[in-house]
């Protein structure tokens, strides 16, 4: 699967993800210029989870994200559909055990964004970055992470838009589909997969049609701010109380 126009089965943009999982949090260090750190610490303001809470952190991959929502005392839930990235973070932490064995405060869960494996009104914050891509149908997703959401609690998602400014839109653009793939292939990772990221990420929405799908699928106060530009965006929601 390397076209991000082929309808996105779930199996198969797993299976890509876990070819990548070695080098894929040093490759998005490279392409995002550091950028990608400057992103997390937003993300992580932006849930602002503190003592007694517990954050679910979707398409979190080997948990590097997901590290940012304990720093104040909150638990999380690093879960993603694919076994070769909660391997890898796993491993990284000196611990074999997935599917809830916590390690430094963080607890591996597989699962598919559209069949959360948790109960309703379970979490007080909801978190997805850079992954609401790959989910097979968005406005689904959308509502699974509602569903498992506590009245009151909030959603969070930072992924790849649109630069407002048209010029500057184009060259990043150029960019995304020549460069990219090349230099994740300089760095050894899987190049395929990286081809996939930059045509997704130039078929996704831009920021007020994704604010769109979230109020469609019945989330309120939705709100988003660039970053970097408009590369990404950070995208707010609550669920109704």
Not at 152 to 165: A, K
Request: aromatic letters at 8%; a positive charge.
């Amino acid at each position: 699967m390397t076209r991000a126009s082929l309808d996105k089965q779930p199996h198969e943009v797993a299976a890509m993800f876990d070819r990548t999982a070695r080098r894929y949090d040093l490759v998005n260090d490279v392409i995002s210029a550091g950028q990608v750190r400057l992103w997390r610490k937003a993300t992580a303001a932006a849930v602002d989870a503190g003592p007694g809470e517990l954050v679910l952190d979707l398409g979190a991959g080997t948990g590097t994200s997901t590290d940012t929502f304990t720093k104040l005392g909150a638990r999380a839930i690093a879960c993603d559909f694919s076994m070769g990235m909660l391997a890898t973070g796993v491993r990284r932490r000196g611990s074999s055990g997935l599917n809830g064995g916590g390690v430094r405060g963080v607890s591996f869960v597989a699962g598919d964004a559209m069949r959360l494996p948790f109960a309703d009104e379970t979490f007080d914050a909801v978190t997805i970055s850079v992954a609401l891509r790959n989910v097979h149908d968005t406005v689904a997703g959308l509502r699974e992470m509602l569903r498992v959401t506590k009245p009151g609690g909030r959603l969070v998602i930072c992924e790849f838009s649109h630069p407002p400014f048209r010029p500057f839109d184009l060259v990043y653009s150029q960019y995304l589909m020549r460069l990219l793939p090349q230099v994740a292939k300089v760095f050894g990772s899987n190049d395929d997969s990286y081809e996939y990221l930059a045509e997704s990420i130039r078929d996704w929405h831009d920021q007020a049609a994704l604010a769109g799908l979230i109020q469609k699928a019945g989330w309120r106060e939705v709100a988003w701010r660039n970053l970097t530009f408009g590369i990404v965006a950070l995208h707010r929601a609550r669920k109704s109380g």
